[in-house]
């Protein structure tokens, strides 16, 4: 998914008041990446940690578009993800 059409989708729900779906579209972005960098089975541990940073860079991104909207937490919700399900990963990046 990309960053801006998401930061637009939830923008208009935040504006509809619409609670649910910001939180649905934020879980469906930050899975997403998540996804992207663990099933690509290519390459070694090198690589497998710069698909994390990239998705971590692209996910600081998105919650840097997001900020005047006043989302605090965001910031911790895909390292977080990471580190439940990917420790070694979250360890060897710093994130723990």
């Known amino acids: ?5 998401v930061v637009e989708k939830i923008e ?10 910001v939180k649905e579209l934020t879980q469906s972005f930050k899975l997403d990446l998540y996804k992207k960098c663990s099933n690509e089975a290519s390459g070694g541990d ?24 006043g989302y605090s937490k965001l910031p911790s919700l895909f390292r ?6 990917e420790p ?3 360890s060897q990046l710093g994130w723990l």
């Open 1 to 5: 998914m990309n960053v801006d059409r």
């Open 12 to 21: 208009l729900a935040h504006a509809n008041h619409d609670a649910e779906l």
């Open 46 to 69: 090198a690589e497998r940690f710069e698909r994390f940073r990239g998705a971590d860079e692209q996910w600081q991104e998105f919650e840097e578009k997001l900020s005047h909207l």
């Open 80 to 85: 977080d993800l990471v580190a439940k399900n």
């Open 88 to 90: 070694s990963v979250a």
